[in-house]
């Protein structure tokens, strides 16, 4: 341990190589020291390499170091410079990769290029064009040069000195003036004049043209490759190259220009040379001593004129060459457009044999898979989801964007005419002038082998080459815009969806809106131009929809009212396409073509677009099949003017390249928008879900018209119960309530007039009487509403007991209470039941035999609670007319009024008549009204006969009726004294009881016939009804809406639509992705 140094904290070891540290481990655990290191050394061994310098010897063995070693700078300098060493590698390779990249790409671009060498030999070649520059430039010095100064004879000095400074000055002004225009021409036309060799001699040409002529002819000649490129590309590049036509044509004719400009320009400049001569001439002539310069400057002068006839002669050739150019320009535009169009006709009979060809496959592959299951199209199963969203919200304010063509124009611009050539058959009513789409129809193109047109909510499918069925679908759809228009308006938001198929189609969804209008007629509606604005505001507010912008050509543009809304809802055009129809009539009225330029290129109407398209949809004729308007349309535009004229590029002519861009546009706008939509249900539909676990925890998710099936049955079921109900309770039921029906009848006009007889004999001739009137009378249909109205009670009875219940959903009341209400209504008894129950209640009133002791007992006790329960009322009708009596003044501090007390007066006077004449009339005479009118007045009650009559009539029915309940009371014992015939010998009349037992009798007979009917024919006859107003309810979705609410109701209908739209747009992105 004598190499160990002890630190403060213990021992320190500083260890360098391996050999070293091996060392310090063995001192560290020699076992004679363990216990003694162990609590004091603190080992710090550490290997050391050659990038850290040595303060001392290597070899020496190191000192003791108190202090904690560390690293220094050194690792951290390396560390940075291997990563700046790591950048600049990479920044290298990227450089090396991306620059061959771009070499190759440079190469690829550069092999793509049109070859245009066939247009060098038509051009001079730069030699020759440096030669004619280096003879201008010397020309310009010969000229220069070849006018000295200036001076006069000394003679002319004699003329005067004014003369002589007059004539030196013109002639310097005319050298400046030369050598400046000289100097100015070199400038402007890199060289106007200059002298060029031709194989058989000298020529002049204008080197400025030539110059600017060479570029100018490349570009054509590429523009000419392009150009017939361009037709089989039918995209941007042929946009271009024909703008390049364009442009080298403009140039050409502005070249022309400038050169017989320049002539005449040189051609003035020579008349005024030679007008300055001859008054040069006339001023040399006057000094003899200056004809020999005169002369000069004449030979000078005139190898002027003779080098300017030559240029003149040479520019004349040059525009003759330029003529022959343009000619050669024209006559190759000419053929491109034969070539285009015979290229067009390829494809068209190319196209015409895929389809049927694609027809045949798909009746084939129709007829293998017909057990199977039929796989909907893309373009189908898209219109599905479009179709439940309108379902889910027709206001058209939901999260809906979806993509879809909105066909806007203003009316009678054609908008219709083009979507019947998009989807290929005449489909749509037409008017002359007049407004025809009311209403947007949405219609699904899609490719089928059978051309043919369906509604969404119908299963007839209309054959489109039949004439026929074509003009029964127009009607129809005539007929649903009409029938969509409701509360006296002229347009209406409801969407009317057809699909059409057929071989060829383009796959699309187009949603045809009413035209907008600037002036609301009589016969409209005074919303009109609002509401048709509002409907094309929110469909073409969706941010994904395609906009097709209708405009007619054969109107001002001035006039036009569509492109200001288009450009205010799509002001960058990203999502807008224009159509420019009716171009034959523009053709004709239209004298300026560049504004049919302008408008197809986007530089008339404040609108941007996608694209421009120029379309003839037809002679103006409702005849014209879809065949004959394509003829026409390419007839038009092979002879046209403006398309020979170069004014319409070919990619945007005929319905047929519309339709396919738009095709185009319309997919590439569905895969960039689709999943996000989804994405926007699947977060409502959590949102939905969310909220219908808080508010019904332990419900089940039911919709409008699941809620409607669970209540058809649940009403369907008490019709059921009425099965269940006993014919003894039915009996008992029809019995109590004929009997309430009919009680005051019997009483009032059978039983009290009978009883005002006097013997036996005549009560019961008047009760037979009586009797027989009534039951051939009102009886029976009486009889009948009673079984009516007990059938009816018993329902509800059932359906009260199921309200009660503790399962009840209280959802359904108001559903089940309407439908009740509404098959009650509607149920009537049948015809022959009355007729049938007169019979029967005739012969059980003309039995006057009681049987037995029974039938006696219980006539006897019918009679018995029949009086009591009148009496009863009776004398509760007494009271009310005559006060609270005496007592019931004490106890209850009521008092009577002072009718009522004239009332008790009068009572108690006709009480005393009655009590005097025990078998008093029911009528009073005139002397007994008098008497108890003069008794009340000595009481100091005045009263008139009216009113004593008035208070007779109850104070007479209840002593009537104390007598009857005697008599009902005495005939108990009299059965057999009635059936031996000892009535009148006993003294005892028992006709009351054998008059009640006929009526008890008819009761029970005509309650079993009732209670027979009901059982077996009329339950179930309210049974139908029921369910005929179920159906009906069932079709009628305002009936269930109306019904049916509550947040509950609303929130799973909700649910379900954005359920069912997600689940279709997730199984469309499925397909999407699968064709893809």
Known sequence: MQKLVKGRFGYIIRVVGVSQSRWARQMLTSRQDHEKVRTVVVPVVRHYSSLRPLRGDLLKFPGPNYGIPSRGIGMIVARVLRGALKIRYLLLGGTIAGGSALAKTYEQWKEA???????????????????????????????????????????????????????????????????????????EGSGFFTDGKEEDGEFLTLSG????????????????????????????????????????????????????????SLTKELSTVTRENAELRGKVEANADGEKEHLRLKVQLEGELASLQRENSDIRSTLAKQETIREKYESLQEELMQVQLKYQKEVERLEKENKELRKSLMLRAGDKIAHKKIKKSLIDMYSEVLDELC???????????????????????????VLEMVAQARIFPRGAGEMMTRAPVMVTLSEGPYHIASFKDSTREFDLTKESELSELRKEVELRMLNSVRLGRTVSHEVISMTVKGPGLQRMVLVDLPGIISTVTTDMASDTREAIRSISEQYMSNPNAIILC????????????????????????????????????????LTNPDRIRKILSGKLFPMKALGYFAVVTGKGSKEDSIQAIKDYEESFFRNSRLFKGGVINSHQCTTRNLSFAVSECFWKMVRDTVEQQADAFKATRFNLETEWKNNFPRTRELDRDELFEKARGEILDEV????????????????????????????????????????????????????????????????????????????????????????????????????????MRRHEWEDKAADVLRVIQLNALEDRSVHDKQQWDAACKFLEESVKD????????????????????????????????????????????????????????????????KNAQAQGVDVDNEFIRETWHPVYRRHFLRRALAKAYDCRKAFYAYHQGLEGELGVECNDVVLFWRIQQMIR?????????????????????IKEVLEEYGCDRDKKEHLLTGRRVMLAEELKRVRQIQEKLEEFIYALNAEK
């Not at 001035?558 to 420019?580: A, C, H, W, Y």
Request: glycine share 2%.
């Open 113 to 187: 290029l049109p070859d245009t060498k066939f247009l060098e030999e038509l051009m001079p070649s730069q030699e020759e064009l440096d030669a004619i520059r280096t003879a201008l430039i010397s020309y310009r010095d010969k000229i220069k040069d070849s006018v000295p100064d200036f001076t006069l004879d000394p003679k002319l000095k004699e003329l005067g000195e004014s003369k002589y400074d007059q004539l030196v000055l013109w002639f310097k002004e005319r050298l400046d003036d030369a050598i400046k225009a000289a100097e100015e021409e070199k400038t």
């Open 720 to 823: 059921v119960n009425l099965s269940q109900v006993s014919p003894k309770q039915w009996e008992d039921a029809l019995s109590k309530k004929m009997w309430d029906k009919m009680v005051t009848h019997i009483f009032e006009n059978i039983y009290l007039p009978a009883a005002q007889t006097e013997n036996s004999g005549t009560f019961n001739t008047t009760a037979d009487i009586k009797l027989k009137q009534w039951a051939d009378g009102m009886l029976p249909k009486k009889c009948v509403e009673v079984g009516w109205e007990t059938l009816e009670d018993e329902f509800r009875k059932f359906m009260e007991r199921a309200k009660n219940s503790k399962d009840h959903d209280d959802i359904f009341d108001s559903l089940k209470a309407c439908v009740v209400d509404e098959a």
């Open 209 to 264: 043209m030539a110059n600017s002529l060479t570029p100018m002819l490349k570009d054509f000649s590429s523009d000419l490759k392009q150009h017939a490129i361009s037709f089989s590309a039918m995209g941007s590049a042929a946009e271009k190259e024909r703008e390049k036509a364009e442009l080298l044509r403009l140039r050409l004719s502005q070249i022309e220009a400038e050169l017989q400009e320049k002539t005449e």
């Open 870 to 933: 009148k009496l009863h009322t009776t004398e509760s009708t007494l009271r009310e007319m005559v006060g609270p009596s005496t007592k019931e003044q004490w106890m209850y501090w009521s008092y009577p009024t002072e009718e009522q007390k004239r009332r008790a007066a009068v009572k108690s006077e006709l009480e005393n008549i009655l009590k005097s004449d025990y078998k008093h009339k029911n009528t009073l005479t005139y002397d007994e009204v008098t008497q108890v009118r």
């Open 550 to 589: 209708i405009q007619d050509g054969s109107v001002d543009a001035e006039r036009s009212n569509v492109t200001d809304l288009v450009s205010q809802m799509d002001p960058q055009g990203k999502r807008t396409i224009f159509v420019l129809t009716k171009v034959d009539l523009a053709e004709e009225n």
């Open 1005 to 1025: 007979i005509t309650a079993n016939a009732l209670r027979q009917q009901v059982m077996n024919r009329e339950a179930r006859r309210l049974e139908k009804e």
């Open 391 to 417: 379902d889910y919200d027709s206001s058209y304010d939901t999260q809906d964007h979806l993509p879809r063509v909105v066909v806007v124009g203003d009316q009678s611009s054609g908008k219709t005419s």
